[in-house]
């Protein structure tokens, strides 16, 4: 069976300031691990994904997150933090060899501070 | 443009009534997903397709059932609505292809649906 785990259920950071949205992960075989992001009323946005490759990966906004294999991690990070990206962030994973559906964290709301 | 479209956006209605969320992709995936949501909550999936004349349950229980009679339409359908089925459904899609690259997501806005 696969999980994910995102040990905090908000984060407050100050604007401009780096931020950080931990989220770790369990799974049998390698991981495809995403983030996505929900503003109020709406649906998902796809934000950034690992496959393979470079363990740092790029995604929308600005926002990059780390694949760490031995620690079981993608955690999700911007270098400067807007007060826009207010919301709620959600790490998710499938196993690269089992069904297709994914597996979500319970989200992690993130409230960036004037 | 391509995109994905759920309609009803927001749904109230009463006990025992017959409902179908409605789900439409314009971006020619084989693949297709519905999530059950609590307000502020992790989803989980409840059903998808691989294509045409597929569907399969997924992780989490429901009574909700599915078709797939075209590739761009999935609806969902409550036979008989109870309180219980209070909920946010979304629906996604992706590509079905042979390289993990296409295995991106993508979410519809959803349906609040309220069963009083």
């Known amino acids: 069976a696969q999980s994910v785990a995102q040990p905090e259920d908000q984060v407050n950071v100050a604007e401009g300031n780096p931020l950080t949205v931990k989220c770790t992960y369990s799974?049998?075989?390698?991981?495809?691990l995403f983030w996505y992001v929900q503003y109020p009323n709406r649906g998902l946005q796809f934000l950034l994904k690992?496959?393979?490759?470079?363990?740092l990966v790029k995604g929308s906004y600005g926002f990059e997150a780390e694949f760490n294999k031995s620690q079981t991690s993608f955690h999700l990070k911007k270098p400067s933090a807007l007060v826009s990206d207010s919301a709620l962030y959600f790490c998710?994973?499938?196993?690269?060899?089992?069904?297709?559906?994914?597996?979500f964290g319970k989200g992690t709301h993130l409230i960036i501070q004037p | 443009e391509a995109d994905i479209y759920q309609t009803p956006r927001y749904l109230v209605i009463g006990t025992g009534k017959k409902i179908t969320l409605e789900c439409s992709q314009t971006?020619?995936?084989?693949?297709m997903y519905w999530y059950q949501q609590d307000p502020g909550m992790e989803l989980h999936l409840i059903h998808y397709?691989?294509?045409?004349?597929?569907?399969e349950k997924g992780d989490l229980s429901s009574e909700s059932t599915v078709s797939r009679i075209r590739t761009e339409h999935f609806p969902l359908t409550l036979e008989s609505a109870r309180p219980s089925h209070t909920s946010q459904y979304l629906c996604?899609?992706?590509?079905?292809?042979?390289?993990?690259?296409?295995?991106?997501?993508?979410f519809g806005p959803g349906t609040r649906l309220t069963v009083l």
């Open positions: 996604a899609s992706s590509e079905y292809g042979v390289t993990p690259d296409t295995d991106t997501q993508y």
């Open positions: 690992y496959i393979t490759g470079d363990n």
């Open positions: 998710a994973v499938r196993d690269a060899g089992g069904a297709d559906g994914l597996t």
């Open positions: 799974v049998s075989g390698n991981p495809y």
């Open positions: 397709s691989y294509g045409v004349n597929s569907t």
């Open positions: 971006m020619g995936h084989d693949k």
